[in-house]
């Protein structure tokens, strides 16, 4: 896979709160420059980067984010006037409270909703697995599923851990090919994408670089992104800050060399099928 193949599974993101416009103009010149998928941003930003991209990538934004604690009219409104305004993507979070209350049926209209906002625009629904119980997790991938969304994604990068294997096995499990799967955070060493990328878990992309991962909430991000295949297929993300990374190949391993910090903004790596 090269480069340029590889790069166009990116989603370049800058999802903190202190980001000005000029440092959103740089990750869309840096998304431009490298003919990435998207970038991932805040709603605020949201019509200033359409009209500044100019069609030359889509723009990908949160809502609800990082605590999906609001109501659901308020987020369902965020993603009206976030597509309003030209995104294409819109990563949700859950109510996680609802959820711990086994307020099921609360929790499937929350998603639901801002499913019927965001039409026939790509919904991913965050969970925050870190703060689920197993049975938690399972029961969110059916609740995912029946609402409609088209993706079930582990976590913002803003709580108290990223994706795990395991979690990423329950979900593509859970979700039986109903939805596609996207894990977020957690993955921060060349062995953890090595095993993610081992024959049973197939993601059709892989890392075009990256950035110094920290465990830090909101950095260190990275996640993956994909359909279940034949056999489960496992999706994933990067996203991070400080030195950015390059991947390439050598004798079929995988290795990272060193680059230039280009900017502060978060690195968001997604593959699909």
Partial sequence: MTREEILSHV?????????????????????????????????????????????????????GFPLGAMDTASKAFEAKTAIENGAAEVDMVINIGRLKNKEYDAVREDIRAVKEAVGDKVLKVIIETCLLTDEEKEKMCDIVCEAGADYIKTSTGFSTAGATFHDVELMVKGVHGRCKVKAAGGISTVDDMEKFLAPRCRPSGHLPRRQDPERRAGKGLLSFRSAKGTAPAVPFLFAGEAALWQKRNEGGCIIFKKMPKKSAALLDISTQQ
Avoid: F
Avoid at 33 to 50: E, L, M
């Fill in 11 to 63: 989603d370049h993101t800058l999802l903190k709160p202190e980001a000005t416009w000029p440092q959103i103009q740089t990750i869309c010149d840096e998304a431009i420059a490298n003919h990435t998928a998207s970038v991932c941003i805040n709603t605020c930003y949201v019509k200033q980067a359409v009209e500044y991209m100019a069609g030359r990538i889509p723009v990908c934004c949160v809502v």
